[in-house]
C-alpha cells in the first residue's frame, strides 16, 4: 500500500489486493459452510427425538431388557409379549419392586 502525497490518494499493490480478496472469499466461504450445516442438519431430522421414540417402541424386546424409568412388569409384559416374566427370573422376589436398571430375562410368547 502506498500513499500519494499529490492526489491524496492510497494505491494498493496487486498483492495487497489479492490478499484482501482471499481473505473475503474464504470469509464468505466459512459462513456459507456453517449455514449450509446447520440448515442441512434440522432438514434430515425435523422429530429426531421422535423419531428414535419411535424406533425403540416397534422394535421387538432383546432377550435380555434393562428396565426403564416409570417402567412397570405389566407394562414390559405388554410390550415384549412375555406374560411370564416374574416365573422366568427368579431374582425378582416381590413384582411391585421394579426398578430402573433391573436386568431381565425376556422370553416372548409367539401367540402375539
Request: charged share 20%; aromatic share 8%.
Amino acid at each position: 500500500m502506498a500513499f500519494n502525497s499529490r492526489n491524496g490518494s492510497i494505491s494498493l499493490s496487486s498483492k495487497a489486493i489479492a490478499d484482501h480478496s482471499t481473505s473475503w472469499y474464504c470469509a464468505f466461504i466459512l459462513v456459507a459452510l456453517v449455514v449450509l450445516s446447520i440448515y442441512r442438519d434440522e432438514s434430515l431430522f425435523p422429530n429426531h427425538g421422535n423419531f428414535i421414540d419411535s424406533q425403540l417402541l416397534s422394535r421387538p424386546c432383546d432377550e435380555i431388557y434393562v428396565v426403564g424409568e416409570g417402567e412397570t412388569l405389566h407394562t414390559i409384559s405388554d410390550k415384549c409379549g412375555d406374560p411370564f416374566i416374574v416365573e422366568n427370573n427368579p431374582h425378582i422376589h416381590d413384582p411391585d419392586d421394579v426398578f430402573p436398571g433391573l436386568v431381565i430375562k425376556i422370553t416372548p410368547s409367539h401367540h402375539i
